[in-house]
C-alpha cells in the first residue's frame, strides 16, 4: 500500500513538471526576441565611390539598393548630377530602372553605367546618385568620381619580349623563339597571335615545352605569359638574314617583335653526265673527251671546288678548267675531262674516279668505266706480219723441194 502511494506521488510530481514547462514555454512566460532594425530606412550604394578610366572608356558598376527597416519599401532612384559629355543610366536585367520596389530586410542588385560621348577629355567627372523613399521621407545619396586619363601607349599596354632575338643554323634546320607576353592592363586579355614572314616560310605558335599549335593567348590582368614561335625556313632558301615579325593584339590594341633567322647554308655538291651514261671507250694513249656537269644543290655559295681523279698507273686525266671558283646555289658549271689510257695499258674495263671537292667536306665522287681497246692500225700491222711470215714459209719451202 505504501509502495502504490509513493508512485502515485511521482507520476503527480512528473506531470506537473511538463506542465510547468509547456507554461514556462508558452509567450506568457517567454520574453519576445525583439527586432533591433529601425522602423523605416534605406540606402544605395555602388559598388565603387572612386575608379580611373581611360579616354573613350565607359563606366560599369553594380549599385546595390539596400531596405534595412521593418516595412516593405518602394524606391525611387535619380541622377541628380551628370557631367556634361557623359550620358548616365540606372539599369536592371532588362529595363532602365528609375524606381525599384525593396522587400523589409532585403535588397536589389542594378547597374550603374555611364558612357563618354567622344571628345571627353581628360580629368575628374562627378556623378550622383539619390535614393528616396515613395513619400520622400527616407533618402539616400552616392555619389561617384571618375578620373579619365590618357590612353596608355600600346607598348604599356601589351609587352612583347624575348631574350634571344636573333637566330642562327642551317637552312634546313628548325629555329625556336621564345616570346614573354606581358599584359600590363588590369584585365585579362584574349591576344591574337599572326606573324609576317619571308615566301613558302612556315610559321606556328605554341606553348612553352608542348608539341600543340595556337592561334591566341590568354594572358591575366598584371601578369604575363610566354609563347613558343616556331620558324621553318622555305626548303630553296639560301644563306643571309630573314626577318621575321610576331604581331600580338586584342583589338585594336597591339604590339610587335622582329625576330631574325640568320641562314649559314648548306654546302652539298653534284656531279655527272649530262645522259647519265658514266663509261667511256678509248684507245692506248689515245686521249678521250667526256662532259662532267657539277652543281651546287646547298644552300650557300661554294667557292674554290677542286676537282681531281684517282686512275691507273700512267694514265692521264685533265680537267678544263682546272677549279671552279664560286658556284651559287643551284648553278650548274660543266667541266671537259679528258682521260688518256697508258700506251702499254692491255684492252679491258678500267675504273677512273672523278672527285668534286668543295667548301665544307662537301664533295661528289663519279666512278667511270673506261673500255679500252687497241688502234686498228696495228691490227692490219699484225695481218701483214702473219701474211709474211706464211709467205717467207712458202718460200723457203719451195726452195727446199727443187733441191
Known amino acids: 500500500m505504501h509502495r ?7 507520476v503527480g510530481i512528473l506531470t506537473w513538471t511538463i506542465l510547468l514547462g509547456l507554461l514556462i514555454g508558452s509567450p506568457l512566460f517567454a520574453a519576445q526576441e525583439k527586432d533591433l532594425r529601425p522602423e523605416r530606412g534605406i540606402a544605395a550604394y555602388t559598388e565603387f565611390s572612386g575608379i ?4 573613350g572608356e565607359a563606366v560599369r558598376m553594380d549599385l546595390t539598393v539596400d531596405n534595412k527597416g521593418r516595412t516593405d519599401e518602394n524606391v525611387s532612384l535619380k541622377l541628380s548630377l551628370v557631367p556634361k559629355g557623359w550620358k548616365a543610366t540606372i539599369k536592371g536585367p532588362t529595363y532602365t530602372v528609375n524606381e525599384v520596389p525593396v522587400p523589409s530586410g532585403k535588397n536589389r542588385i542594378l547597374t550603374f553605367a555611364a558612357e563618354p560621348e567622344k571628345g571627353v577629355k581628360p580629368g575628374v567627372y562627378h556623378f550622383q546618385i539619390d535614393a528616396a523613399t515613395e513619400d520622400g521621407k527616407f533618402t539616400y545619396t552616392q555619389k561617384v568620381a571618375v578620373t579619365v586619363r590618357e590612353k596608355a601607349p600600346l607598348s604599356e599596354e601589351i609587352v612583347v619580349t624575348t631574350s634571344y632575338p636573333i637566330l642562327r643554323g642551317d637552312s634546313d634546320a628548325k629555329f625556336e623563339f621564345t616570346l ?3 599584359n600590363k ?3 585579362d586579355k584574349q591576344y591574337t597571335l599572326a606573324a609576317q614572314a619571308p615566301e613558302k616560310w612556315e610559321i606556328n605558335f605554341k606553348p612553352p615545352y608542348e608539341n600543340k599549335q595556337i592561334s591566341s593567348l590568354r594572358v591575366k590582368g598584371s601578369s604575363n605569359q610566354s609563347v613558343a614561335v616556331e620558324v621553318t625556313p622555305a626548303k630553296n632558301a639560301v644563306a643571309g638574314t630573314y626577318p621575321v615579325l610576331v604581331l600580338i593584339g586584342a583589338g585594336e590594341k597591339r604590339a610587335e617583335v622582329k625576330l631574325n633567322v640568320v641562314l649559314t647554308g648548306t654546302y652539298k655538291l653534284d656531279a655527272g653526265t649530262a645522259s647519265g651514261l658514266l663509261s667511256l671507250e678509248s684507245y692506248t694513249g689515245k686521249p678521250s673527251n667526256l662532259s662532267l656537269f657539277v652543281k651546287n644543290t646547298g644552300s650557300a655559295v661554294n667557292r674554290n671546288i677542286s676537282l681531281n681523279s684517282y686512275k691507273p698507273e700512267n694514265w692521264k686525266v685533265e680537267f678544263k ?7 651559287a646555289p643551284g648553278e650548274l658549271k660543266q ?6 689510257p697508258a700506251a702499254q695499258a692491255l684492252v679491258g674495263d678500267y675504273s677512273v674516279a672523278l672527285s668534286v671537292d668543295g667548301e665544307r667536306n662537301s664533295s661528289k665522287a663519279v666512278e667511270i668505266r673506261v673500255g679500252v681497246k687497241t688502234s686498228s692500225a696495228w691490227g692490219w700491222i699484225g695481218i701483214f706480219i702473219i701474211l709474211g711470215v706464211i709467205a717467207g714459209l712458202a718460200g723457203m719451202f719451195l726452195w727446199l723441194g727443187r733441191r
Request: aromatic share 6%; glycine share 4%.
Open 4 to 10: 502504490v502511494k509513493s508512485t502515485g506521488f511521482l
Open 52 to 55: 580611373f578610366v581611360s579616354v
Open 321 to 327: 678548267p682546272e677549279k671552279i671558283e664560286a658556284l
Open 335 to 340: 667541266v671537259e675531262v679528258t682521260i688518256t
Open 185 to 187: 592592363t588590369e584585365t
Open 180 to 182: 614573354d607576353v606581358t
